[in-house]
């Protein structure tokens, strides 16, 4: 369905005056006004003429602007933030390391030197040290019986 109506009268109104008739413009109107409100009880609806509303003001761009600018001074601050955060995770990361390396190697050392100790010679240097001597006979107990058994060894 189109905007233009399909009966258009065929009624040519007059110019409007200028100049010195200016004053007699008021009553040229009235006959104007008869002949359009005819015109519409002729086709039983108003013109094809139609008020329309006043064009709103062009609205400015600066309140977009600065919102797609700070949009994007936000993410910007935002991927910087992550990036220090995963920086110093990298660098706690890299220190854990290297502690546990050391602590491996303490575990290590002291592992070798609890091997060390451990060795027969060792054992009976340190006992030697302390004053004891090898004993001559082996000596059981025997929980059945509640005695010492001894070996004699040579």
């Not at 005056?17 to 007699?24: D, L, N, Q, V, Y």
């Not at 519409?40 to 509303?53: F, N, P």
């Not at 100790?117 to 302390?130: E, G, H, K, T, Y």
């Amino acid at each position: 369905m189109s905007a233009v109506p399909k009966h258009r009268p065929a009624v040519a109104y007059p110019a409007p005056a200028r100049g010195a008739a200016r004053a007699g413009a008021a009553t040229a109107t009235a006959p104007r006004r008869q002949r359009h409100a005819a015109d519409i009880a002729d086709t039983g609806r108003a013109s094809h003429l139609k008020a329309v509303a006043a064009p709103q003001q062009a609205r400015s761009i600066v309140p977009f602007a600065a919102l797609c600018v700070g949009i994007i001074v936000a993410s910007l601050a935002a991927v910087l933030l992550i990036n220090i955060v995963m920086t110093e995770g990298a660098y706690e990361r890299r220190d854990l390391k290297l502690e546990i390396a050391q602590l491996a190697q303490q575990h290590d050392d002291l592992v070798m030197q609890l091997e060390a100790n451990s060795a027969p010679q060792q054992l009976a240097q340190r006992a030697s040290d302390l004053g004891m001597v090898p004993a001559d006979t082996l000596g059981f107990v025997s929980l059945q019986q509640g005695v010492v058994l001894e070996a004699r060894t040579g």
